[in-house]
């Protein structure tokens, strides 16, 4: 059975860090494109981040330069380490396996979300 | 970047059919997948790729493309259909990046 859990979320103030972990179980991790998907309170989904089976990896322009996504194989583990945060990346956080083809690409398991808040 | 727009709000009759339509440039070139969220819950992906449901999405869900317009339509609504709906593609610039729509809130009236 595929799934997926995050981790390591919490309250972080502005300008901190905070390392996020998705364990994953049924597949692996590094023959398969991972991505990070965010979801503000109330607010719609957005795209973060995308690491793909070969190393490559891809950031939505509010995020690059700060976030990392990387994956350790032996763990089965994707992360995602945050930099400079900011008030607007509070959102719950939820990791997926994207299915990548010619004409399209969609996250057919997604975990339960971990939620960061960033506040003072 | 690119950008896909959603109706906010649709309603349907229970047992009535309704489409939820997405559009955006990106969709001339790359087929939506459409995500269903209820509150509280995950994203579940319910179309993806030309119209391909995923094991366990009923058969009252289907997808359709023309244009720069993709559609989910929902035959015989359900009380449990009422729910969040987003559709998703590649970026078109060609970038790997990926982007969201806006998302449509369905009532099953």
């Known amino acids: 059975e595929v799934q997926l859990v995050e981790s390591g979320g919490g309250l972080i103030q502005p300008g901190g860090s905070l390392r996020l972990s998705c364990a994953a179980s049924?597949?692996?991790?590094?023959?398969?494109?991972m991505s990070w998907v965010r979801q503000a309170p109330g607010k719609g989904l957005e795209w973060v981040s995308v690491?793909?089976?070969?190393?490559?990896?891809y950031y939505a322009d509010s995020v690059k330069g700060r976030f990392t996504i990387s994956r350790d194989n032996s763990k089965n583990t994707l992360y995602l380490q945050m930099n400079s945060l900011r008030a607007e990346d509070t959102a719950v956080y939820y990791c997926?396996?994207?299915?990548?083809?010619?004409?399209?690409?969609?996250?057919?398991?997604w975990g339960q979300g971990t939620l960061v808040t960033v506040s003072s | 970047s690119s950008e896909l727009t959603q109706d906010p709000a649709v309603s349907v009759a229970l047992g009535q059919t309704v489409r939820i339509t997405c559009q955006g440039d990106?969709?001339?070139?790359?087929?939506a997948s459409w995500y269903q969220q209820k509150p509280g819950q995950a994203p579940v992906l319910v179309i993806y790729?030309?119209?391909n449901r995923p094991s366990g999405i009923p058969d009252r869900f289907s997808g359709s493309s023309s244009g720069n317009t993709a559609s989910l339509t929902i035959t015989g609504a359900q009380a449990e259909d009422e729910a969040d709906y987003y559709c998703?593609?590649?970026?078109?610039?060609?970038?790997?990046?990926?982007?969201f729509g806006t998302g449509t809130k369905v009532t099953v009236l």
């Open positions: 990106s969709l001339r070139s790359y087929y």
């Open positions: 790729g030309k119209n």
């Open positions: 049924g597949f692996t991790v590094s023959s398969n494109y």
């Open positions: 998703n593609s590649r970026d078109s610039s060609g970038n790997h990046l990926k982007v």
């Open positions: 997926a396996r994207e299915l990548y083809y010619d004409f399209w690409s969609a996250w057919d398991y």
């Open positions: 690491i793909y089976s070969g190393g490559s990896t």
